[in-house]
């Protein structure tokens, strides 16, 4: 049985540990801000952002969409920036004390992820190499900073953001026309919400408040836990916002049935050359059989009749969701992968070896 006593000293050692994971996490931003080359990336500056991946293509289209690093790096985003090379990086949204490094942009520079890991500290939580396609053993920042002795590097099955599931980028085409025995089921599902006579509307011809009272009732329907309820809303109260941010290029329609919004659907166009739509927020009042169904055809033939010949719809976390992208008949899949960096201790590095920590690691960039 534990004392009262034994509680609140339990309690204020918690309080003590988070107020110092909070100065780290403070002076780490700092520590990493005051390195040469590197520029924090906030929504003041989604223009000059925009204009950075205004030429970059990329397979997986996530990796050019200014939307995606945003929605992503909520709760800060960095680049790190040399010559005309770049690489994105940014605190993972789910996971505390973990910074998420992306591919590198624009002219590539094989030694552009050694140099930028020699010079950044690591956070208490690690790094996480995220959405690479290529095989992470040939990653040549694995071999060479890894021989270091000082970071682990492990390949691993992404278990929190929307990869451990293959990116499904669907033929606009296909979906919009829907024929054949393969999307027999998903017509009959359309054909439910058409005759419960559901109708869309552009998302800026819909009032914010009634958008946000849709986001709320959602997602009271959606949270595991009460605490959730207030993460959820907020998080897409958030994206909401970014239609107003023209350089981020959002649009959106919602779904009425019986004069209540019952589905949204956002996305943003990439790709310079190709474009591809990404389509990141697709709720649903599950309750309508059939209306994810409809949301993903109707957004097809929006698209279809903007010559935009492909839609991305992301990966997946569960093999459920996984299999609803999969009816679809997907163009092409992407398997991605994630690289965990880790120091080898228990918590990462103290500050007080960041120092020793970058000089060791300078010799292998």
Same mark, same amino acid.
Not at 44 to 51: D, G, L, V
Not at 155 to 159: D, F, H, I, Y
Not at 246 to 255: E, M, N, R
């Given at each position: 049985?534990?004392?009262?006593?034994?509680?609140?000293?339990?309690?204020?050692?918690?309080?003590?540990?988070?107020?110092?994971?909070?100065?780290?996490?403070?002076?780490?931003?700092?520590?990493?801000?005051?390195?040469?080359?590197?520029?924090?990336i906030?929504l003041?500056?989604?223009?000059?952002?925009?204009?950075l991946?205004?030429?970059?293509?990329?397979?997986?289209?996530?990796l050019?969409?200014?939307?995606?690093?945003?929605?992503?790096?909520?709760?800060?985003?960095?680049?790190?920036?040399?010559?005309?090379?770049?690489?994105?990086?940014?605190?993972?949204?789910?996971?505390?004390?973990?910074?998420?490094?992306?591919?590198?942009?624009?002219?590539?520079?094989?030694?552009?992820?050694?140099?930028?890991?020699?010079?950044?500290?690591?956070?208490?939580?690690?790094?996480?190499?995220?959405?690479?396609?290529e095989?992470?053993?040939?990653?040549?920042?694995?071999?060479?900073?890894?021989?270091?002795?000082?970071?682990?590097?492990s390949?691993?099955?992404?278990?929190v953001?929307?990869?451990?599931?293959?990116?499904?980028?669907?033929?606009?085409?296909?979906?919009?026309a829907?024929?054949?025995?393969?999307?027999?089921?998903?017509?009959?599902?359309?054909? !439910?919400?058409?005759?419960?006579?559901?109708?869309?509307?552009?998302?800026?011809?819909?009032?914010?408040?009634?958008?946000?009272?849709?986001?709320?009732?959602?997602?009271?329907?959606?949270?595991?836990?009460?605490?959730?309820?207030?993460?959820?809303?907020?998080?897409? !109260?958030?994206?909401?916002?970014?239609?107003?941010k023209?350089?981020?290029?959002?649009?959106?329609?919602?779904?009425f049935?019986?004069g209540?919004?019952?589905?949204?659907?956002?996305?943003?166009?990439?790709?310079?050359?190709?474009?591809?739509?990404?389509?990141?927020?697709?709720?649903?009042?599950?309750?309508?059989?059939?209306?994810?169904?409809?949301?993903?055809?109707?957004?097809?033939?929006?698209?279809?009749?903007?010559?935009?010949?492909?839609?991305?719809?992301?990966?997946?976390?569960?093999?459920?969701?996984? !299999?609803?992208?999969?009816?679809?008949?997907?163009?092409?899949?992407?398997?991605?992968?994630?690289?965990?960096?880790?120091?080898?201790?228990?918590?990462?590095?103290?500050?007080?070896?960041?120092?020793?920590?970058?000089?060791?690691?300078?010799?292998?960039?």
């Open positions: 049985m534990i004392g009262l006593e034994e509680k609140i000293l339990n309690r204020r050692l918690s309080d003590l540990y988070e107020m110092e994971i909070e100065d780290e996490l403070v002076l780490w931003e700092e520590t990493v801000e005051a390195i040469k080359n590197v520029e924090r906030s003041e500056r989604s223009a000059y952002f925009s204009n991946l205004s030429k970059e293509s990329d397979t997986d289209s996530y050019t969409s200014v939307s995606y690093y945003f929605f992503t790096g909520r709760k800060g985003l960095w680049i790190y920036k040399n010559g005309e090379s770049f690489i994105p990086f940014c605190w993972h949204p789910n996971v505390p004390d973990q910074v998420l490094v992306f591919p590198q942009r624009g002219k590539i520079c094989p030694d552009l992820l050694d140099e930028f890991l020699s010079k950044v500290p690591m956070p208490p939580a690690g790094i996480s190499l995220v959405r690479v396609k095989n992470v053993d040939a990653l040549p920042s694995i071999k060479a900073i890894g021989s270091s002795g000082s970071v682990v590097f390949p691993v099955v992404e278990p953001l929307d990869w451990k599931y293959p990116v499904r980028v669907l033929s606009t085409k296909t979906v919009s829907m024929n054949g025995p393969e999307f027999r089921y998903i017509r009959n599902r359309v054909k !439910q919400i058409e005759k419960a006579d559901g109708k869309i509307a552009a998302i800026e011809d819909v009032p914010v408040s009634v958008l946000e009272d849709f986001i709320r009732r959602w997602a009271g329907s959606n949270a595991e836990f009460y605490t959730e309820e207030d993460e959820l809303f907020s998080l897409y !109260q958030k994206i909401i916002s970014f239609r107003d023209l350089d981020l290029g959002v649009d959106g329609f919602v779904v049935i019986n209540e919004i019952e589905a949204l659907t956002m996305w943003d166009t990439s790709n310079a050359g190709a474009p591809i739509a990404n389509r990141f927020v697709n709720l649903c009042d599950t309750t309508y059989g059939g209306l994810a169904d409809f949301c993903t055809v109707s957004l097809a033939r929006k698209l279809e009749a903007k010559g935009i010949k492909y839609l991305n719809i992301g990966g997946a976390e569960t093999e459920s969701l996984d !299999q609803f992208k999969r009816k679809f008949q997907p163009a092409y899949s992407l398997r991605l992968h994630s690289v965990e960096a880790k120091a080898k201790t228990p918590h990462g590095l103290s500050f007080e070896t960041y120092n020793s920590f970058s000089e060791g690691m300078a010799s292998y960039a």
